[in-house]
């Protein structure tokens, strides 16, 4: 019996999906070679999906769709599906980081992931070295976060940085080069704040590592640490107050928004052919 056989669609909202993908393929008569032939996967991968052993794309949702004849019905589930890319740790700071009104960010080594692009993001999980087709997962659900930045009314981002994230080049010249256009370009975004701490500002508020802050409509504010194997949510008051005095201090020694955009752009300068 093949493993897929035996799937519980009632045990996850992946199963859901994987186990109505299938039924509804076998109910219109589609093999699993011809539905991977239409959308340009291989079977292998196909047969891993309906076996909840990969992670469905947005194309072959939108193709099923179309195909099934089913509205916007896997579409509608695959936002729900990607979180399982997400360690099970970091998903409820998925969550909150979808209901923050106003977030504050400060990254001493990598772009935050809300501005990166897929090619950047793909090199910072590569240098983990793990398996090539989790990568993919993981590129794919942080750009799927990122959804949050285009709504119509988006949460306020403010963005500060170690010089440091500028001068670390992750993936080729031209990876680096359009991750520093990408965060240049969100600067324009009157939501937006972007500001960079240079190497001359010497020791700082932020030396201890990267870490977020949440404000959210409804409860307190939240703290998000990075940690070696896995983050952690902090929502003690005292937590929440040392990390918003710490930002505070960040944004005093940073450079004003517009002269951190002139250091960004003497970063890219360096990586020029």
Same mark, same amino acid.
């Given at each position: ?19 109505? @993908? ?22 292998? $991968?196909? *047969? ?11 194309? $072959? ?38 209901? #923050? ?59 500060? @940085?170690?010089? *440091? ?26 939501? *937006? ?21 949440? #404000? @959210? ?37 940073? @450079? ?18």
């Amino acid at each position: 019996m093949a493993y897929a056989d035996e799937l519980d669609p009632s045990a996850s909202v992946l199963s859901f999906y994987a186990t109505d @993908l299938r039924r509804r393929r076998e109910l219109a008569g589609i093999s699993q070679r011809d539905l991977a032939k239409r959308a340009h996967m291989a079977p292998s $991968l196909l *047969n891993k999906i309906e076996a909840t052993k990969r992670l469905p794309t947005k194309d $072959l949702s939108e193709l099923c769709d179309e195909i099934f004849g089913t509205g916007d019905h896997f579409q509608r589930l695959w936002p729900l599906v990607i979180k399982y890319a997400y360690p099970s740790w970091f998903r409820p700071y998925v969550d909150l980081e979808e209901a #923050a009104t106003i977030i504050r960010s400060f990254q001493v080594q990598v772009v935050p992931g809300l501005l990166q692009t897929e090619d950047y993001a793909r090199a910072v999980f590569s240098a983990r070295r793990p398996d090539t087709d989790r990568v993919e997962e993981q590129v794919t659900a942080r750009m799927e976060r990122q959804h949050i930045l285009g709504r119509k009314i988006p949460p306020k981002l403010w963005v500060v @940085l170690d010089e *440091n994230v500028l001068r670390r080049r992750m993936g080729s010249p031209e990876t680096m080069r359009a991750q520093l256009e990408r965060v240049m370009s969100a600067a324009d975004a009157p939501s *937006n704040v972007i500001q960079v701490v240079p190497y001359d500002a010497g020791e700082h508020a932020g030396v201890a590592g990267p870490f977020e802050v949440l #404000a @959210l409509d409804e409860g307190p504010d939240v703290v998000y640490v990075d940690g070696f194997l896995q983050g952690q949510i902090l929502a003690e008051s005292e937590h929440v107050r040392a990390a918003e005095r710490a930002y505070d201090l960040l944004t005093a020694v940073a @450079l004003s928004p517009g002269r951190s955009i002139d250091l960004i752009a003497d970063a890219m300068k360096d990586l020029s052919p």
